[in-house]
Structure formats: C-alpha cells, structure tokens
C-alpha cells in the first residue's frame, strides 16, 4: 500500500501539485516561444519527456558511483546525450517540424526542469520511482504546452491541430480543424506577448481551483 501511495503521490505531484510550468515556473523560454500551436506544443513536449525519462532513469541508475563534487556536469553530460538522440530522431521522421523547433531543441540541455529533477529527485531514489517522476513531470510539462498551444492556435488563427502531419505524416492533414475564419492573424495572440497573457491565465485558474 505504501509503495502504490508514494506513486500515486509522485503522479500527482507531477501532474498538478508541483507542475513545473504552472507552479515551479520551469522552461518558461520554449513554453512561451514555440507554443504558437497545439502540435509544436505536443512536439517540443514529447522531445522533453523522452530527455526526462532518459535521464531519471540513467541518474537513478549510477546515482552511487557519481561524485558528488562533479555531479553537476555528469548530470549536463547525459542530460546533453539524450538531447542528441532526440535531434537525430526528430531530423530523420520529422524534419520540418525539427526546423519550426529550431534552436529550442537542443537548448533542452540548459532547461532547469530537467537538470533540477535529475538532481532532486533521481539522485536520491530507485529507478522506478524516477521513471514515474519523469512520466509524470515531463506529461505534466506536455499539457501545459498543449493548452497554451491550443489557445493561442485558436484564437490568433482560429484553428486546432493545424500542422499535424508534420508530426504524424500526411495522413494527419485532415486532422486539422476550422473553428472559424478570418483574413488576417491575430498576432497578438501568436507572439510572445500573448503566450505571457495565456500562461497567466492558466495560472489564475489553477490556483482558483487549487483553493477551492
């Protein structure tokens, strides 16, 4: 019963007591920059979760046979190697949706949410524990990045999962939804000046429904 508690506790943490974007205000530089729509969320979520895991469980796993005085940059090190793979991964199946992510993949070495939960959380427990930590944070993270996305899609250009076959192929144009038209894009909305507005707004709510 213990051990389904604690994970049942590290879910929830994960998810929604300690999110990273929503209450530890972790990787605010991709979160705001490339949520312009649902799918560059879901992308740069995914790529950030595969990092997490990766790197949770590697920690985990040699957590006894590292310095502690070096532990820092053992941990950029493997953080920066995983962060590696991911660009291969994604510049060999989703090349064009790598090139609208640009610069932010690789600068998921440098996001503080992976680096401080390789030094909070996986240096100090077992490999399960870390694996479902990272799960959680880094699904956690990911819906944040999809809500913000979604909201900003929606109301700069009035569509939802526009650009989906850049990450699951053409099949995935249909996918695309209308919800109304206009002439012009609302760029307010689109650039980073509505991401800070959106992401308040996600804040406010869940801090209201925190409370009650």
Partial sequence: MSNELSTSKIIKNGLWDNNTALV????????????????????????????LVGSNLT??????YIPKEIRIPIFVMLIASFVT????LMNAFTYELYLILGIFIPLIVTN??????AEAFASRNKPFASLIDALAQGIGFTLVLMILGALRELIGQ???????????????????????????????????????????????????????
């Fill in 24 to 51: 530890q205000l972790l990787g605010l530089c991709p979160l705001l920059a490339v949520t312009g729509t649902l799918i560059n969320g879901l992308g740069l979520g995914i790529a950030t979760t595969f990092v």
């Fill in 158 to 212: 009035g569509t939802l999962f526009d650009g989906a076959h850049l990450l699951f192929g053409e099949w995935a144009k249909e996918l695309t939804i209308h919800i109304y038209s206009q002439e012009t894009s609302f760029l307010f909305a689109i650039l980073p000046p509505g991401a800070f507005i959106a992401l308040g707004i996600l804040i406010a709510i869940k801090n209201c429904m925190q409370q009650k």
């Fill in 85 to 88: 793979n991911v660009q291969l």
């Fill in 59 to 64: 920690v985990s796993v040699i957590r006894q």
């Fill in 112 to 117: 503080c949410m992976i680096i401080g939960r």
